[in-house]
């Protein structure tokens, strides 16, 4: 099985992940373990959602797209600020 070590960890991180790890009744290495593969799949999910929806804005099939704001005048509103 591979290894995997991580220098430089930030105090802070390694407390939450500690913490986290006891709540869940978990070691340290097992929760950093179910936390990546956590990250991996949404991020994978992230991406398929992505092409979902420019697959919609593609095809024109947004609903309500009449009622959206105009982006010209939200970027305007933004400037304003």
């Known amino acids: 099985m591979p290894l ?30 179910v936390l990546l593969q956590r990250a991996l799949n949404q991020e994978e999910s992230r991406i398929s959602r992505r092409r979902r929806i420019l697959g919609e804005i593609l095809d024109g099939k947004i609903e309500n797209a009449d ?15």
């Open 67 to 81: 009622s959206l704001p105009d982006p010209a005048d939200l970027i305007r509103e933004d400037r304003d600020r």
């Open 4 to 33: 995997l070590q991580v220098r430089d960890m930030p105090d802070s991180l390694y407390r939450t992940l500690s913490r986290v790890a006891e709540q869940d009744h978990r070691s340290i290495a097992q929760e950093t373990i």
